[in-house]
């Protein structure tokens, strides 16, 4: 062929221009925004345009895709482009901190004081009683020191954000030693060695990543030892040959040397779940009580506040990190002060277990699980049609379509408490002829969109992290999954 024949032949001529392609997806899809629809349309050319690029010679390849085609892509784009994200999801999946899925849900009260504290003015640095300028977080630290019984608080924008203030401001171009069985990396961008780079710390190993002793701590401190740290193993477990130095060790060679010591514990409460089968370290008061200067932890994990990091510990210490410039560009926003406040007032009301999602969800009896299992598979057979069965090893015919109850185990998540399971129930629903992915790709796509975990052929819905305002969305996602995939 020619240039001038390859030229005439080239598919890429027959490409709609971009605004004729944005006049036709405005006729068809009226609701979408401008701004949204011109660029779909651009980038679905632009790709188009690649993708006959490749095979402009080849004959076979002539005609690209239909306008009607290119226009239902380029309006997909386009929808996703305007959709508000995040948006609220179901999460069926029984993992009550999942970090893709935000975290911990806010409690009802501690959301209404976000958008109370967001949607007009308010004192947040203002006290009302002088008319003089107030301390932003001085209502938060009162709380947390209540709550805690140390001495003094701070809080920041998250744990990560937490950490690194604590070792900017005591340990600045000084050593940080860290048990080599510490260095643990959390939910992907958190890097204990790289956040000490970054902090201006030098980073000191000691031990090996199965144990470490005291004597260990011991022989790494010098003259220009700035802190210990001991950073919590939050999503994963050392089992067999293992040995760790238990805080109270820690901080007692720390105050032997005048050294102080600082617990990364990631995911705390402000009770003690020891007793209800929790483990006892994620208290956090406890942890201070074990003798650290410092004790770091989220809000958003076992706690069930909005995002934050909170610090509690000496005066001293909790001073200097208010001192650090860094602390400004680490602070609170007005929103999540609010609800964290009032999240705080919970705990201190006594009303924590019933009113922050979290603790429920930890909290709830198997009795009551099982029965709100009973329910939910008893309402998904009668949206769906699919017959409601006992869950009996073997009773249901390969393929069949089914609903069981089953007994089952949800987990914590969220780089809490690693290897940590719950007893729950949940509802196992096949669906004849459609693969579990498959439904669970329906499922995500509905209206509402529902997550649920997939076992076998089988899509579970743990309800431990469902609440009565999911179930009729749930509904509708699950029979529109299991009809439009027929
Ligand atoms: C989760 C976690 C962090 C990070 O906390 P964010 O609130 O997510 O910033 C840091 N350290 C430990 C030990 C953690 O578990």
């Known amino acids: 062929m020619d240039r001038d ?13 971009v605004d004729r392609l944005v006049d036709f997806l405005r006729g068809v899809r009226p609701e979408l925004p401008l701004w949204a629809i011109t660029e779909g349309c651009r980038a679905i050319l632009a790709e188009e345009r690649e993708r006959l690029r490749g095979n402009a010679s080849d004959s076979s390849s002539l005609l690209g895709r239909s306008a009607d085609a290119l226009g239902a892509a ?3 784009i386009a929808a996703e482009l305007a959709r508000v ?55 938060v630290a009162t ?35 860290v048990s080599r069985g510490e260095l643990v990396e959390i939910g992907g961008s958190f890097r204990v060695p790289e956040i000490m780079e970054r902090a201006g710390v030098r980073l000191v190993e000691v031990g090996t990543t199965n144990r470490t002793r005291i004597a260990d701590y011991e022989r790494a401190i010098g003259p220009d030892t700035g802190l210990l740290l001991k950073v919590h193993r939050s999503n994963f477990e050392v089992r067999g040959f293992v040995e760790e130095v238990p805080m109270e060790e820690l901080a007692e060679l720390g105050r032997a040397r005048g050294i102080p ?40 994990k076992l706690l069930g506040g909005p995002q934050a990091g909170l610090l509690i510990g ?23 002060l609010a609800a964290l406040d009032w999240t705080l007032a919970a705990y201190l009301d006594g009303r924590a277990e019933q009113e922050i999602p979290v603790l429920r969800e930890l909290l709830e009896p198997l009795a009551s699980l099982e029965e709100r299992a009973r329910k939910l598979a008893a309402s998904l057979a009668s949206v769906t049609g699919i017959p409601l069965r006992d869950a009996a090893p073997g009773g249901v015919a390969e393929g069949a379509s089914a609903i069981e109850v089953r007994a089952d185990r949800s987990f914590v998540g969220g780089g809490s408490l690693p290897g940590f399971e719950l007893d729950s129930h949940v ?10 992915n498959r439904l669970a790709e329906r499922l995500r796509e509905a209206p509402v969109p529902v997550l649920a975990r997939i076992r076998d052929s089988w899509l579970l819905f743990d309800v431990r992290t469902l609440v009565p305002s999911d179930l009729a969305d749930l509904e509708v996602a699950v029979s529109y999954g299991v009809t439009s995939t027929r």
């Open 5 to 17: 024949a390859a030229v005439k032949t080239d598919p890429r001529r027959h490409l709609p221009r």
């Open 74 to 76: 380029a309006g997909a």
């Open 85 to 139: 994200k995040p948006q609220r999801v179901i999460n069926a999946t029984g993992i009550v901190l999942h970090t893709n899925l935000g975290r911990a849900p806010l409690a009802e009260g501690a959301s209404r004081a976000a958008l109370e504290a967001s949607l007009g003015y308010s004192d947040l640095e203002l006290d009302l009683a002088t008319g003089q300028r107030g301390n932003r977080l001085g209502s």
């Open 143 to 177: 709380k947390l020191e209540l709550l805690s019984g140390a001495p003094a608080a701070h809080a920041v924008n998250n744990n990560a954000a937490a950490v690194l203030l604590a070792l900017n401001t005591l340990a600045l171009g000084r050593e940080v030693i």
């Open 261 to 300: 010591v600082v617990d990364d514990l990631g995911s705390g409460t402000l009770i003690d779940l020891g007793a209800r089968g929790f483990p006892a370290d994620a208290y956090a008061p406890s942890r201070l009580a074990a003798g650290a200067d410092l004790v770091c932890f989220s809000g958003d």
């Open 314 to 336: 000496t005066s001293d210490v909790v001073q200097a990190l208010r001192k650090n410039p860094l602390a400004r560009a680490l602070r609170l926003d007005k929103t999540s």
């Open 427 to 436: 509802v196992a629903l096949r669906a004849d002829g459609v693969s579990a």
